[in-house]
Structures are given as C-alpha cells and as structure tokens.
C-alpha cells in the first residue's frame, strides 16, 4: 500500500518558475525522502528529512515537514527544463531501510 | 562506483515462460530491495533482504514470484510461469541501514509478457 500522497498529481510550469508539490503520510515515521524519476529511468535520492527536522535545503530543492500534519512539501525554485520528471515522496516508517512511496507528482518545465 | 546493475535491460517473453531478472547491487550496501512499477498500482516493494536475508516478502504478488540472494553482490528475482499481468518495469535498489538509509535504484528491467 502506498504510504505517501503526492499532491497535485501533475504540475506544469515554465522555466523561472518555482514549483511545489506536497506529500501527505498516514503513519508515524523515521524520515522522509523525496526522489526524482527521469522517464524510462531509475529514481534518483534527492533530498532526506528526519523525524525531528523542520526545513532542509539543497541547492534548489527546499523541504518542509510538519510530523504534526504528517505532511511534507518540496519547492524546487527556478526551475529548468532538465527539472522535468516525476517527483516521488517516500516514508521510512522503521528502521530496517523500508521505503514507502507515493504515487508521485509529474512535473513538465517548459522552456 | 558502476552503482546499481540491472539485467537484462528488457525482457520480451511469452506467457507461461520462466523470467529471471538479474541485480548487482552497490558494493558495501547491506540492504537490496526489488520493486515493480506500472502505471496503474505505482511503485510496489516486492521483497527486500538485509545481508542476504529476507526480510519481508509481503508484497510479493504470489506464489509465481521468488526472489533470492546468494550472496552480498547478487540477486535474482523469477517469475515462474510468467503471465500477461506481470509486464512492468522492475528496479532493485540498494542502501545501507545507517544512518540515514537513503536507496540507490539500478535503470531497471522493462518486461512484457506477451
């Protein structure tokens, strides 16, 4: 079953542009990953937040995480054409390495 | 590092066929797991080991599916026999448990089942 909810399911910008996609989450957990699939491609780990985190950045990737609404949100700002993927949030609800992945959020950057 | 490898690429095969997807995971990761993604279900785990050990195989649709590690540099996962349903893509990725446990997917198998 998928733990995590992506929201909006599909997201269409142009490039400048900042986008944002939110994840929803059910049960309690370790930390939350977000990840990126380029088509026909594996997905690739682009950011991780622990439990007891609040915001983390990464050159332009930004995450938030509110344990409180068991949410999360990626800002990926000033986006480019290469940011065009779908964008996967994923919960550790354990400690034996699990992920649980959403459904994920598609993302298309126009030039 | 050549990082996660997959094989075979793609997979084209009749219905009724045995189908072994092969996975080399990173060296040094202790953890390897085997998902399959389709458009409609999403990204399923099937089975996942720790050092060689399987540790849950819940997900495992059935009984057609089995999955092994021999050692700590390769698995297999088998469908026997293979049925029209089971066309999907099929990554394994690897990790470690600590400290922070994040996983690196290999390109995955694209398989049909004809």
């Known amino acids: 079953s998928q733990q995590g909810e992506e929201d909006p399911q599909a997201l269409s910008i142009q490039e400048g542009e900042n986008a944002t996609m939110n994840c929803s989450y059910k049960?309690?957990?370790?930390?939350l990953q977000w990840y990126r699939q380029n088509s026909g491609r594996g997905l690739v780990h682009l950011i991780l937040?622990?439990?007891?985190?609040r915001e983390k950045h990464s050159g332009r990737l930004r995450v938030t995480l509110d344990t409180s609404k068991k949410s999360s949100s990626l800002l990926i700002t000033a986006s480019r054409a290469a940011d065009t993927a779908s964008y996967f949030c994923?919960?550790?609800?354990?400690?034996?390495?699990?992920?649980?992945f959403g459904a994920g959020t598609q993302v298309v950057v126009t030039p | 590092d050549a990082g996660v490898i997959q094989s075979p690429r793609h997979e084209v095969t009749e219905m009724g066929q045995e189908v072994t997807l092969r996975c080399k995971p990173i060296?040094?990761?202790?953890?390897l797991f085997w998902y399959r993604q389709t458009m409609m279900r999403g990204l399923e785990l099937l089975i996942y080991?720790?050092?060689?050990?399987?540790?849950?195989d819940s997900g495992m649709p059935e009984d057609r599916f089995s999955a092994k590690m021999p050692n700590a540099s390769f698995s297999t996962l088998k469908i026997q026999p293979s049925e029209p349903r089971d066309s999907a893509v099929y990554f394994c990725?690897?990790?470690?448990?600590?400290?922070?446990?994040?996983?690196?997917f290999g390109p995955g198998t694209r398989l049909t089942v004809t």
């Open positions: 990725a690897s990790g470690t448990r600590r400290p922070d446990y994040e996983q690196y």
């Open positions: 049960t309690s957990i370790n930390n």
């Open positions: 937040i622990r439990s007891n985190e």
């Open positions: 994923a919960t550790a609800p354990d400690s034996w390495g699990k992920l649980q």
């Open positions: 060296s040094g990761h202790n953890s």
């Open positions: 080991f720790n050092n060689n050990v399987p540790i849950d």
